[in-house]
C-alpha cells in the first residue's frame, strides 16, 4: 500500500477545484471529494493493464467462436435482438471493431489481481469523470515541487483509437458523437460530449455532436445513400435510453445509412458476464498457457443452469446444490448488467433472498455464478466536508478499471466506498465515489 502525498493548497482550494472540475460529469454535486489520486505500484498496474488486455483478447475469441453469424451467437447466449438491437449488416465490421473501446473492472487482493467483469462499448463508463479529475488534481498538486503524475486523458486515448481507424480504412476524418443530456441525472450541459468532440478535433479529426433527434433533419439533408460521418460514437446505452424513453429508429436509420458506430454491437456480447465464466470453466481451443492465464486472474465463475460443473475444489456437483450451500463465497450476476444492479452478493443477501435468486437463476440460465474476492486495501485523501477535521487519510478497498482503446491500456480509475467496507460499488445506489489511479515506483 502506497499512501499518496496529500496536496499542500489550502482545503477550501483544493475542494473547489476538484468539485468544479468535474461538475456537469456523472459525479454528483455532494459534499465529499477525493482528494488525490489513489496510488498503485507501477508494477502492480502493469500487471493490471496486461491481463486486461490478454483476457479481452480471449473474450474476443470466446464471442467469435460461437458462430459465424449474430443469429448464431445471440442463440448461444440466449439473447434476443431487443436485447441487443443496433447490429450492422456488415458481419466484416462487427467481428472487426467488437474491442477497440473497452475497461475492464479489477480488484487487487493479497494474490495479486483479479478481473470481476468487463466493460466494452462506446458508452463504457468513466471517460468523463477521469478525464476531470485528472485534469483538477493536476491543477491541486501544481504547487507542490516534484509531485507529478504519470497519466493520459481517456478522452485523447479514445480520439487517437478513431485515427487509427480512420487511417487503416481509408475513411473521412469525420466523427460524430451520438449521446443525449438526458442521460445525466445532475446537468442538462453539453460538457462531456463538448470534450469528446475537442479530443476529436486535436487528435486531426473532425467532431460533432448530435442528439438522436438530430439525426432526422442531419439525414434528410444528404443525398439518398450518402453519410456526413462514416464514424459514430455510440455514447449511450440501449437499457438506459428505453428507460428515458429515448426513440433509437433515427440512430438505426443512420446505421443503415453507413456510418459505423463504435464499438460495433457485437461488444456487447464481450460485455456479457458468461463469456467470462465459459473462459473460467475452460473452452477446447484454449491452450494450456491461455488456462493459465485465466486461472490466474478471473475468479472461479459459471453460467448458471441445472447442471454438474467442475468446483472449485476441483470436484464435480450440481452447480445450484454448490451455489445454495456456499452462500458467504459467491455472487450471483445477470448476464445483461450494469451499475451493479442486477448483482446478488451472498454475504450481504438473507438465506431466503439468496435462496431465491440461486433458484431463478438456475431456471433462467441468465446468470452467472462467481466466487466471492475481496480486495486488498488501498489509501486516498478524501475530503467528507468543507472542515478540515471531516478529512481523513482513508483506507478504502477500490475497484480498479485501467481503459483499453484501440488494443492499448491506458489510465486508470478508482471507485470505492467512503469506508473500508466492499460489495457492491456503484455510484448510483451505493454512495461510491471515484479517483484517478496514479503509478509510482515502490520502493523498499
Known amino acids: 500500500m502506497i499512501t499518496p502525498p496529500r496536496p499542500s493548497a489550502p482545503l477550501e482550494l483544493v475542494r473547489g477545484t476538484v468539485r468544479e472540475g468535474t461538475a456537469d460529469t456523472g459525479i454528483p454535486p455532494r459534499e465529499g471529494c477525493p482528494l488525490s489520486p489513489v496510488v498503485l505500484p507501477r508494477a502492480t498496474e502493469r500487471e493490471v493493464q496486461r491481463a486486461g488486455l490478454a483476457l479481452l483478447d480471449l473474450s474476443r475469441r470466446t464471442v467469435l467462436d460461437l458462430g459465424d453469424s449474430t443469429q448464431a451467437r445471440m442463440e448461444a447466449f440466449g439473447t434476443t435482438a431487443e436485447d441487443y438491437p443496433l447490429f450492422s449488416r456488415d458481419q ?49 498538486y501544481a504547487r507542490d515541487e516534484g509531485v507529478t503524475w504519470d497519466w493520459s486523458d481517456p478522452y485523447d486515448d479514445r480520439a487517437r483509437t478513431f485515427a487509427d481507424v480512420v487511417r487503416a480504412c481509408g475513411l473521412e476524418p ?47 439533408s444528404l443525398p439518398a445513400g450518402a453519410v456526413s460521418h462514416p464514424l459514430s460514437l455510440r455514447m449511450f446505452t440501449v437499457p438506459e435510453w428505453a428507460e428515458l424513453g429515448i426513440d433509437l429508429t433515427p440512430v438505426r ?51 448458471t443452469g441445472d447442471r454438474d460443473t467442475s468446483l472449485p475444489d476441483g470436484s464435480r456437483g450440481a452447480l445450484g446444490a454448490y451455489a445454495l450451500a456456499h452462500q458467504d463465497d459467491l455472487v450471483l450476476k445477470k448476464g445483461i448488467g450494469m451499475q451493479g444492479l442486477q448483482v446478488t452478493v451472498g454475504r450481504d443477501t438473507t438465506a431466503a433472498g439468496w435462496s431465491d435468486a440461486v433458484e431463478a437463476a438456475v431456471r433462467d ?7 466471492y474476492v475481496e480486495p486488498s486495501l488501498q489509501e486516498v485523501w478524501m475530503s467528507h466536508g468543507p472542515a478540515e477535521d471531516e478529512v481523513e487519510l482513508l483506507r478504502t478497498r477500490p475497484i480498479v478499471s485501467y481503459f483499453l482503446f484501440g488494443r492499448r491500456a491506458g489510465s486508470g480509475w478508482a471507485r470505492f466506498r467512503p469506508d473500508d467496507t466492499f460489495g457492491v460499488v456503484s455510484r448510483e445506489g451505493f454512495n461510491a465515489y471515484e479517483t484517478a489511479i496514479a503509478p509510482r515506483e515502490e520502493t523498499p
Open 253 to 303: 436509420e443512420w446505421l443503415d445509412r453507413g456510418s459505423w458506430l463504435l464499438t460495433s454491437q457485437t461488444s456487447s456480447f464481450l460485455a456479457n458476464k458468461k463469456t467470462l465464466a465459459w473462459l473460467s470453466e475452460g473452452l477446447p481451443w484454449m491452450t494450456a498457457r491461455e488456462r493459465e492465464l485465466v486461472d490466474r486472474y478471473v475468479p472461479w465463475s459459471r453460467v
Open 365 to 371: 440460465r441468465d446468470s452467472v455464478v462467481q466466487r
Open 174 to 220: 469525420r466523427v460524430l458523437v451520438l449521446g443525449s443530456v438526458r442521460d445525466l441525472k445532475h446537468t442538462d450541459s453539453t460538457k462531456i460530449f463538448d470534450l469528446e468532440v475537442a479530443a476529436l478535433d486535436r487528435a486531426g479529426l473532425q467532431g460533432d455532436f448530435a442528439e438522436p433527434e438530430g439525426l432526422v433533419p442531419l439525414l434528410e
Open 92 to 140: 466484416q465490421f462487427e467481428d472487426r471493431f467488437c474491442d477497440v473501446f473497452a475497461r475492464p473492472d479489477f480488484v487487487v487482493t493479497d494474490a495479486g489481481p483479479q478481473i470481476l467483469e468487463f466493460n466494452v462499448s462506446g458508452a463504457v463508463g468513466g471517460v468523463p469523470e477521469l478525464s476531470t479529475l485528472q485534469s483538477a488534481l493536476s491543477d491541486v
